[in-house]
Nanobody, 127 residues
Framework: QVQLVESGGGLVQAGGSLRLSCAAS????????MGWFRRAPGKEREFVSA????????HYADSVKGRFAISRDNAKNTVYLQMNNLKPEDTATYYC????????????????????WGQGTQVTVSS
């Protein structure tokens, strides 16, 4: 079992920055590919970003490419999402996920049905 806890969300003006953290416990994070998804009110959950097991591969949705950066610190069992130049359309609840096999997450940018999820952290960007 892996427990994931997101933090770092909040209210920010357009153009501002936030850094989300996803702290894991229960298992070593180095064994998992990690990702971030988000869900805005009235919309489907969507892929945001993912990172491979050893931090050598990163993936981004087109909507956040160039503005967001995913990273991981396996020693701290934590994954981060640095979000810069935030836009009102980035407003959503952000969830981190851990995938043991990583295939769906890293190749198809899809949630792993056997993956673990955090409870989410709210990001609100005002215009």
């Amino acid at each position: 079992q892996v427990q994931l806890v997101e933090s770092g969300g909040g209210l920010v003006q357009a153009g501002g920055s936030l850094r989300l953290s996803c702290a894991a416990s229960g298992r070593a994070l180095s064994n998992y590919a990690m990702g971030w998804f988000r869900r805005a009110p009235g919309k489907e959950r969507e892929f945001v970003s993912a990172i491979g097991f050893s931090d050598t591969s990163t993936h981004y949705a087109d909507s956040v490419k160039g503005r967001f950066a995913i990273s991981r610190d396996n020693a701290k069992n934590t994954v981060y999402l640095q979000m810069n130049n935030l836009k009102p359309e980035d407003t959503a609840t952000y969830y981190c996920t851990a995938s043991l096999k990583g295939g769906l997450l890293l190749r198809l940018w899809a949630p792993d049905p056997n993956g673990y999820w955090g409870q989410g952290t709210q990001v609100t960007v005002s215009s």
